[in-house]
């Protein structure tokens, strides 16, 4: 099992920057990716980003590329993702998620654990 937790969420004004952190733990070895989803009020969760955790490689969702940037510290089990420029569209519960699964990067990989949510609220 592996269990995450997320942090960093908050309320911003439209422009600014916010950083997410989802820590790991348990049996993170056998995981090989991390991946971060959001979903507003009224709409479907919808894919942001995911980063290897064996290679760094990353893959975004073409709405927040070149505006979120995903990071990987291995030695503390935690993945980042910076968020700048933040749109009010952004605002919603992100939750970070782990894939056992040795494929690709892509938006529809399979992930195995979930965090529980951090809201993240945009003001315009």
């Known amino acids: 099992q592996v269990q995450l937790v997320e942090s960093g969420g908050g309320l911003v004004q439209a422009g600014g920057s916010l950083r997410l952190s989802c820590a790991a733990s348990?049996?993170?070895?056998?995981?090989?990716?991390m991946g971060w989803f959001r979903r507003a009020l009224g709409k479907e969760r919808e894919f942001v980003a995911t980063?290897?955790?064996?290679?760094?490689?990353?893959y975004y969702a073409d709405s927040v590329k070149g505006r979120f940037t995903l990071s990987v510290d291995n030695a503390k089990n935690t993945v980042y993702l910076q968020m700048n420029t933040l749109k009010p569209e952004d605002t919603a519960v992100y939750y970070c998620?782990?894939?056992?699964?040795?494929?690709?990067?892509?938006?529809?990989?399979?992930?195995?654990?979930w965090g529980q949510g951090t809201q993240v609220t945009v003001s315009s």
């Open positions: 998620a782990a894939s056992r699964s040795n494929v690709p990067l892509g938006p529809r990989n399979e992930y195995d654990y």
């Open positions: 348990g049996r993170t070895a056998s995981t090989y990716s």
């Open positions: 980063i290897s955790t064996k290679g760094g490689n990353t």
